[in-house]
């Protein structure tokens, strides 16, 4: 199976979700930006402090703030790994172009989830956290066709990107992205 993964989709698509149960399952390294920016805030360190405001709004937070985030765990690690959430922009993207080809690993594939935007507010307003507040549900929604959707155009370029709906129960969803990765 492919080992160097990225995961895209609009907020509530089950990127987590699924990448928590894909890489249990095949020992890759789980990288989600939104849970290492929690862990920060959680923690209240100066990083965290500065994510809290941003994320709690459904703003996206800096770069370079995400980036520092990522390099640290990647650098010094050689075997496979999942980017759950990350890159969010092109210039994320292009940042961890560079990063990669610094450490000859190259992207095996990203797989792209998509759903329907009622289906993600409802998934989220029953999730409740407390960035999911409808408002700011419907921000990120917004945010993510503004600065995260032209990815796929990117990836796409380079023959990377693997479509799968993220309709249906959470192991049916699983299977199609095994299938996809095979
Ligand atoms: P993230 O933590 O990445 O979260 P998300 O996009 O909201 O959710 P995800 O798609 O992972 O959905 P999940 O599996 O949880 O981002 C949060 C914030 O962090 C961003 O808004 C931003 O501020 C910041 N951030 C993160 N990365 C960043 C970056 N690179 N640059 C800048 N800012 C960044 O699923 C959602 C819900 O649906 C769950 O309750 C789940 O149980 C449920 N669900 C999942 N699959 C289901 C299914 N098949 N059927 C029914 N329910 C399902």
Redesign the pocket.
Same mark, same amino acid.
């Given at each position: 199976m492919k080992q160097r993964l990225v995961f895209l989709?609009p907020?509530?698509?089950?990127?987590?979700?699924q990448a928590i149960l894909l890489c249990k399952k095949q020992g890759l390294l789980h990288l989600?930006?939104?849970?290492l *920016?929690r862990a920060e805030v959680k923690a209240s360190t100066p990083l965290g402090l500065e994510a809290a405001e941003?994320?709690n709004k459904?703003?996206?937070?800096s770069d370079s703030l995400?980036l520092s985030i990522v390099e640290k765990r990647l650098s010094d690690f050689n075997g496979g790994w999942l980017l759950?959430?990350?890159?969010?922009?092109l210039p994320?993207a292009e940042s961890l172009e560079i990063l990669l080809k610094q450490i000859h690993q190259p992207i095996d594939a990203v797989v792209l989830i998509e759903l329907k935007d009622e289906v993600l507010i409802k998934? *989220?307003l029953?999730?409740g956290r407390s960035?999911d507040d409808e408002a700011v549900i419907r921000h990120?929604i917004q945010l993510y066709k503004e600065k995260t959707a032209p990815l796929v155009d990117h990836y796409n370029k380079q023959g990377l990107v693997n479509t799968i709906r993220g309709d249906?129960?959470?192991e049916a969803?699983a299977s199609r992205i095994e299938e996809s990765l095979k």
């Open positions: 989709g907020p509530g698509a089950g990127k987590g979700t989600s930006t939104g849970d *920016l941003i994320m459904g703003e996206l937070v995400v759950d959430g990350f890159p969010r922009t994320q998934r *989220l029953a999730r960035d990120r249906g129960d959470i969803i």
